[in-house]
């Protein structure tokens, strides 16, 4: 056997930024910053959107901005509409992946940063500094020309394989550039995977709650019926060597993260598929119906960490019941490092979207057999169990 000194992980689908970064190269950087600026402008209400540049004031004599020149190493100001950090240390990878965890759409000057995709301007004047990129040119996705500039300069068509498929536009020409990356953004949206919570211990209910047949079946197979009619694959989560236990036919995805209980098993289920959004699902919920989660995915926008129904009964975030986007994995691990593993926590202190249920009764869980019974009494159509 090949040993492996690591475990093998699902790695996210990240660049060096973050998820969805675009390089615009060719043109001086005024010309990037205000391309930048009118697709952040048109999609920001959407999308999380979010830029790198590089500032080059006094690069010969650089001058570190206020406390950093007395030697602290990190300055934060609370500019009251925004906030400003200052960093005095070499930032790599996988800091920069943090910083630009909550964006949907990076756009990059690519004439100081390389990243996963290319945008190129067609610039007379920059024909030489271009020409001396090509390195860089590893997914060019769009060519835009500049109003003097009639074709592409040949030497990209020697150097770009799929040279003929990259779509051409003119640089002012706004609509067709935003119809580009709106196309992209709908395509960079994540799929969705179902998760039913079943692994839970069911102490005060006496019984495994998952297993409870409200509708002629157990719920955790009731549940996973209903979403795999609205999700790419569906999981049966339970707890590290519960498989047998449940006796299903159902794909199951054990804890990996162990003892975290809910935490854990939608911890678990972005380590199997980190770039899937996850629409997760307790087990006690025994009125919930497919118009409620119809409700749910139709209301779901991705640009927010999750998108969560507001609990009727305390008027807090419900997080179990709830979509989970791949960019909560990193905050989540990021609440787990400093201790915290309420799920309900996360959604309180990130950018979730929190919606009311249409039929707030469609959200009554089950703990105790007094509420099994409290159930049966309101809906006849229940067996008593």
């Given at each position: 056997?090949?040993?492996?000194?690591?475990t093998?992980?699902?790695?996210?689908?990240?660049?060096?930024?973050?998820?969805?970064?675009?390089?615009i190269?060719?043109?001086?950087?005024?010309?990037?910053r205000?391309?930048?600026?009118?697709?952040?402008?048109?999609?920001?209400d959407?999308?999380?959107?979010?830029?790198?540049d590089?500032d080059?004031?006094?690069?010969?004599?650089?001058v570190?901005?206020?406390m950093?020149?007395?030697?602290?190493?990190?300055?934060?100001?609370?500019?009251?509409?925004?906030?400003?950090?200052?960093?005095?240390?070499?930032w790599?990878?996988?800091?920069?992946?943090?910083?630009?965890n909550?964006?949907?759409l990076?756009?990059?000057?690519?004439?100081h940063?390389?990243?996963?995709?290319?945008?190129?301007?067609?610039?007379?004047?920059k024909?030489?500094?271009?020409?001396?990129?090509?390195?860089?040119?590893t997914?060019?996705?769009?060519?835009?020309?500049?109003?003097?500039?009639?074709?592409?300069?040949?030497?990209?068509?020697?150097?770009?394989?799929e040279?003929?498929?990259?779509?051409?536009l003119?640089?002012?020409?706004?609509?067709?550039i935003?119809?580009?990356?709106?196309?992209?953004?709908?395509?960079?949206i994540?799929?969705?995977?179902?998760?039913?919570?079943?692994?839970?211990?069911?102490?005060?209910m006496?019984?495994?709650?998952?297993?409870m047949?409200?509708?002629?079946?157990?719920?955790?197979?009731?549940?996973?019926d209903?979403?795999?009619?609205?999700c790419?694959?569906?999981?049966?989560s339970?707890?590290?060597?519960?498989?047998?236990?449940?006796?299903?036919?159902?794909?199951?995805l054990?804890?990996t993260?162990?003892?975290?209980?809910?935490?854990?098993?939608?911890?678990?289920?972005f380590?199997?598929?980190?770039?899937?959004?996850?629409?997760v699902?307790?087990?006690?919920?025994?009125?919930?119906?497919?118009?409620?989660?119809?409700?749910?995915?139709?209301?779901r926008?991705?640009?927010?960490?999750?998108?969560?129904?507001?609990s009727?009964?305390?008027?807090?975030?419900?997080?179990?019941?709830?979509?989970?986007?791949?960019k909560s994995?990193?905050t989540?691990?990021?609440?787990?490092a400093?201790?915290?593993?309420?799920p309900r926590?996360?959604?309180?202190?990130?950018?979730?979207?929190?919606?009311?249920a249409p039929e707030?009764?469609?959200?009554?869980?089950?703990?105790?057999?007094e509420?099994?019974?409290?159930?049966?009494q309101?809906?006849?159509?229940f067996?008593?169990?």
């Amino acid at each position: 056997m090949l040993h492996t000194k690591h475990t093998r992980l699902s790695r996210p689908a990240l660049g060096r930024f973050g998820r969805n970064e675009w390089a615009i190269l060719g043109t001086n950087c005024g010309a990037i910053r205000l391309l930048a600026q009118h697709l952040v402008d048109a999609l920001s209400d959407r999308y999380h959107c979010g830029y790198v540049d590089a500032d080059h004031t006094d690069a010969d004599h650089p001058v570190l901005p206020g406390m950093l020149a007395a030697g602290a190493r990190v300055e934060y100001t609370d500019a009251i509409g925004s906030h400003r950090l200052n960093v005095h240390a070499d930032w790599n990878t996988h800091q920069f992946r943090q910083v630009f965890n909550d964006t949907d759409l990076l756009l990059v000057n690519g004439n100081h940063h390389e990243v996963a995709r290319q945008i190129i301007v067609i610039d007379p004047a920059k024909e030489h500094s271009l020409h001396k990129r090509l390195d860089q040119l590893t997914d060019v996705r769009l060519i835009l020309l500049l109003d003097n500039a009639n074709q592409a300069f040949d030497f990209l068509q020697d150097a770009l394989p799929e040279f003929d498929e990259i779509p051409q536009l003119h640089l002012s020409d706004h609509a067709g550039i935003l119809q580009f990356f709106e196309r992209e953004m709908q395509q960079s949206i994540p799929l969705v995977n179902g998760l039913v919570l079943a692994g839970g211990k069911s102490l005060r209910m006496g019984r495994d709650k998952s297993a409870m047949e409200w509708h002629g079946k157990p719920q955790r197979e009731y549940l996973a019926d209903l979403l795999s009619e609205r999700c790419a694959e569906v999981f049966i989560s339970c707890r590290a060597g519960q498989e047998a236990e449940l006796q299903t036919n159902y794909a199951t995805l054990p804890d990996t993260f162990t003892d975290l209980g809910p935490f854990g098993a939608i911890l678990s289920a972005f380590r199997h598929a980190p770039d899937r959004a996850w629409l997760v699902v307790a087990s006690d919920l025994p009125l919930l119906d497919a118009n409620t989660l119809d409700f749910l995915i139709k209301n779901r926008q991705p640009k927010h960490a999750a998108t969560a129904f507001e609990s009727p009964f305390d008027q807090m975030p419900e997080p179990l019941i709830t979509i989970w986007e791949p960019k909560s994995y990193n905050t989540m691990l990021s609440f787990l490092a400093q201790g915290y593993s309420c799920p309900r926590k996360v959604l309180m202190n990130s950018d979730a979207r929190i919606v009311s249920a249409p039929e707030p009764d469609k959200l009554t869980n089950v703990n105790t057999p007094e509420d099994a019974t409290r159930i049966t009494q309101m809906d006849s159509g229940f067996p008593r169990i």
